[in-house]
């Protein structure tokens, strides 16, 4: 990805200083000193998608030079600059182009701004220029994110520092660009403590098959965590890069897949990009942060700080109040802090007409009122120099209120005793009252999904061959090969009970994943027989008659019940009593087998019913 490289010290090593001048750079230099006078660049906007809300995030601001023109392309266009000792007055004209054309379009979201660290030391940058050009266009600076490269040295790790906080001051926020590539990598990410990182392209190409390259964006999602930042994968160009990078937790993501860099961007994404599958039901109020919602008093961060002071004074139980602009949540103030600094020598005189903005310094985590309680869990106990005994919820990136990690904990220890209550002893799967629940939620959603009724054939010869030990242990088999057979975001797997499983599955690759189910048990099973019985083909056992025989070794029987987008009108004893038909009948064939059928809703008329028997091969 092209970045803005910004130079202040023609003394400094660099790559730009050192290009060959001939005769056509004189050319050259007159056209840059030509784009600098008319003001002749041009910007572009990449989207920043969330892939869990399969939204765009916002937009990261590019430049190019005049269409045509040897300066079209970032590289010749700072190169130029560097020759000519321009470079602080062309990163002027970037960033006013960029601003200037994302306010003039309207784009909703974040705006990432690229810079290069050295300017960081350029006062002109730091003390207002960019503020101001924000001002005037209308923008909010909490929306813009200051992009640093990490593609050349940063020798003042102090001044770099400072910096930095200059820009926060001012309500930015800080992403580091192209970890990995750079020279001073998980040192700088220490130092700088961003609110982003950006993972460099190299080690996103090819990662559906280099395992390596797994390895390390599953560290640098972890680190991230426990940093408290967000991590963003940019240069994703494919759907099987994208496919494994969402499978490795990848939340934020950038590349050619989701759109080119455009003068216009999108401002929604395909949603066929991200999945064959249909978005996941909305998940029950009690699982999610919906469930913890408390009102939080709000305030603006240019109200006075004794504004501030006259809520808490209000309110004896209020522990913290949210900082929200135009309904965008900025942070929390705890009320400890607060008294700490009005109690201090001339705390009142210093700070009562001062603007709130100036007291955000307690990072708090922000969740949608989506999110389920075991992800708030997780990133609350993986954020490192948060607050984290209140976290701020949203609605689409509007602030609601607030949660607190007592009721999180409260809720969550809830739910573990009921799901403890009602799961299978021996699978620890959901038993039968949470099917029902699951499924009469996913019959009310309507979204269209396959309900699969899998039974164990010959199981019980096999349990009185071999002892229950074994026969657990088989259960057990069955009960992890659903698991991983499945999506975990959207998908649901229940143990009925005995050897009856459930499965509720999402999207049109049902009868894919259902074979490769049957495939893997049919490679297993077999290992839980003696040598001898497998040169056999089965065990010799006793029926329910009392009559001596052969058994074939174990195989799986799938029935499948097909409910289409918009069906609605069944019960989950209905849809249980259907799906134990086509059950019925694969187990009347002989081997791994699925056997299917769609439900024909009443209200939807007349569409595809029928058997359509599958057997593995």
């Known amino acids: 990805m092209n970045n803005l490289y910004i130079e202040t010290d023609r003394r400094l090593t660099d790559p730009l200083w050192e290009s060959p001048r001939d005769s056509g750079d004189h050319a050259v230099d007159d056209a840059f000193d030509e784009i600098l006078r008319s003001a002749r660049l041009n910007a572009v906007f990449q989207p920043v998608v969330c892939l869990g809300r399969r939204a765009i995030l916002g937009y990261e601001g590019l430049i190019r030079g005049p269409a045509g023109s040897p300066l079209f392309a970032p590289d010749a266009l700072f190169a130029a600059a560097a020759r000519r000792g321009r470079l602080v007055e062309l990163d002027f004209l970037c960033r006013e182009t960029v ?30 220029h960019t503020l101001a050009c924000l001002i005037q266009h209308g923008l909010d600076p909490a929306r813009v994110i200051i992009e640093i490269t990490e593609t050349h040295p940063i020798n003042d790790v102090g001044l770099f520092q400072d910096a930095l906080g200059h820009y926060r001051d001012q309500g930015f926020r800080v992403a580091l660009d192209d970890l990995g590539a750079g020279y001073s990598g998980l040192k700088l990410w220490s130092e700088s403590n961003p609110d982003y990182v950006k993972v460099d392209r190299h080690f996103i190409a090819g990662v559906d098959h280099d395992r390596t390259k797994q390895r390390f964006i599953s560290a640098i999602l972890e680190i991230a965590k426990s940093m408290g930042c967000e991590t963003i994968t940019e240069g994703i160009e494919n759907k099987q890069e994208y496919a494994v990078l969402r499978k ?55 109200d006075s700080i004794g504004r501030l002071g006259e809520l808490f004074q209000s309110n004896a139980q209020l522990k913290s109040v949210a900082v929200v602009e135009q309904q965008n949540p900025l942070g929390l103030i705890v009320r400890d802090d607060f008294m700490s600094l009005m109690a201090s020598r001339y705390g009142r005189d210093l700070y009562h007409r001062k603007p709130v903005r100036q007291l955000i310094q307690r990072r708090a985590v922000s969740v949608d009122v989506l999110t389920s309680l075991e992800d708030i869990s997780q990133r609350l106990t993986s954020a490192l120099n948060h607050y984290a005994d209140e976290f701020i919820i949203t609605e689409q990136g509007h602030y ?4 607190t990690l007592m009721d999180l904990l409260g809720k969550i220890t809830e739910l573990q005793v009921k799901k403890a209550r009602y799961a299978n002893p021996l699978t620890l799967l959901p038993g039968n009252v949470v099917i029902q629940q699951t499924l009469a939620e996913a019959i009310e959603q309507a979204v269209g999904f396959a309900v699969a009724y899998l039974d164990l054939d010959n199981f019980k010869p096999y349990n009185d061959a071999y002892g229950y030990a074994h026969g657990d242990e088989i259960l057990r088999l069955v009960a992890r090969l659903l698991q991983e057979g499945v999506s975990p975001e959207a998908d649901f797997v229940g143990h ?8 509720l599955l999402y999207g049109g690759d049902w009868q894919e994943r259902c074979q490769r189910i049957l495939q893997i048990f049919r490679e297993l099973v077999s290992l839980h027989y003696t040598e001898e019985d497998r040169e056999r083909g089965g065990i010799t056992a006793a029926d329910r008659f009392g009559i001596t025989r052969q058994f074939p070794i174990m195989s799986l029987s799938i029935g499948v019940l097909l409910l289409p987008q918009g069906c609605s009108g069944l019960t989950p004893e209905r849809v249980a009593e259907l799906a134990s038909r086509a059950k019925s009948r694969a187990k009347r064939r002989q081997g791994n087998t699925i056997c299917a059928d769609t439900y024909e809703c009443p209200r939807l008329g007349r569409g595809y019913s029928g058997r359509m028997p599958f057997r593995e091969k």
């Open 248 to 302: 490795l937790g990848v939340v934020l993501a950038q590349g050619y897949y989701f759109a080119r860099p455009a003068p216009v961007p999108p401002v929604e994404v395909d949603p066929g990009l991200f999945s064959d599958r249909p978005v996941r039901p909305r998940p029950h109020q009690s699982l999610t942060a919906g469930s913890l919602l408390k009102a939080c008093p709000s305030i603006g961060p240019d």
């Open 99 to 128: 601003i200037r054309e994302f306010a003039r379009h309207g784009l909703a979201g974040l705006l990432f701004i690229n810079i290069h660290p050295l300017t960081l030391s350029e006062r002109r940058l730091i003390n207002g």
């Open 496 to 503: 009925i009970g005995g050897d009856d499983f459930i499965l």
């Open 400 to 403: 609601l209120g607030k949660g």
